[in-house]
């Protein structure tokens, strides 16, 4: 049934599947993997270049611990006009905006990488969350990590434009069915402190920050319909 709300934003509506949500596991930490990009800052952040060779970014693979976005920043980064940058950038400040508070981020050369990130993670027990923004290919093994840890959800990005009066397509959207992934349609806008502009980035990362803020209160990884996504202004497509 669909719900009311009584102020404009962007909302989380949960849709039943057949799969049953896991209860009791907390959300509160996640991980982030991310393909490198070219280009490390926005140009306004380029003038800090003599304290960017004091701290040079962290390596391909190496994990890091991030408590909040300037943390991040230092060892990853800001936005960037690099898309694979500004990904990353957007989901993990999209993480801290929603309520998270800690989260490990690695990055990786290329897709086809990610099995060396998750195999980074499967030492970090207090990861809860995986995430990899806008990497599709990748899915079934985040899914498959996820599910063979038996206390972590992966959360998933869907391709980013999807013709809905397409059959085959709109199937594409549900892969799987788990009780240990769900994903997310469609990629959200937001402001890009890079170009200063409006652009559309993949939704994993707010998510996140979202089952954190309400792991807080509830301790369960369930129902996070009707939260509020902080920082989102719109979406890609008008699924209702």
């Not at 949500?21 to 991310?34: E, M, N, Q, Y």
């Not at 929603?98 to 490990?104: A, L, S």
């Not at 599910?147 to 199937?171: M, P």
Request: net charge negative.
């Amino acid at each position: 049934m669909p719900s009311t709300y009584l102020s404009p934003g962007v909302y989380v509506e949960e849709v039943p599947s057949a799969s049953a949500p896991i209860a009791g596991v907390g959300t509160s930490t996640a991980g982030f993997i991310g393909v490198k990009g070219s280009q490390t800052s926005s140009e306004s952040e380029t003038t800090e270049t003599e304290t960017l060779a004091q701290n040079p970014l962290t390596a391909t693979e190496e994990v890091k611990l991030c408590t909040n976005f300037g943390e991040f920043k230092k060892f990853f980064g800001d936005f960037s006009e690099d898309t694979n940058q500004n990904i990353l950038a957007h989901a993990v400040y999209g993480f801290f905006r929603n309520g998270g508070t800690r989260c490990y981020v690695v990055q990786i050369d290329s897709e086809d990488n990610i099995d060396s990130a998750l195999n980074e993670f499967e030492a970090i027990d207090e990861i809860a969350i995986v995430a990899a923004p806008g990497i599709i290919s990748g899915r079934d093994k985040i899914k498959d990590h996820c599910a063979n840890s038996g206390d972590r959800f992966a959360i998933l990005d869907s391709v980013e434009e999807v013709d809905l009066s397409n059959a085959a397509q709109v199937k594409g959207l549900k892969p799987f069915d788990s009780d240990y992934a769900a994903l997310y349609f469609p990629w959200i806008k937001v402001f890009d402190p890079a170009t200063k502009q409006q652009i559309y980035v993949p939704p994993s990362g707010h998510m996140a920050g979202i089952y954190a803020r309400v792991d807080k209160h509830r301790r369960l990884i369930k129902k996070q319909n009707n939260e509020s996504v902080l920082g989102a202004e719109g979406l890609q497509l008008n699924n209702s």
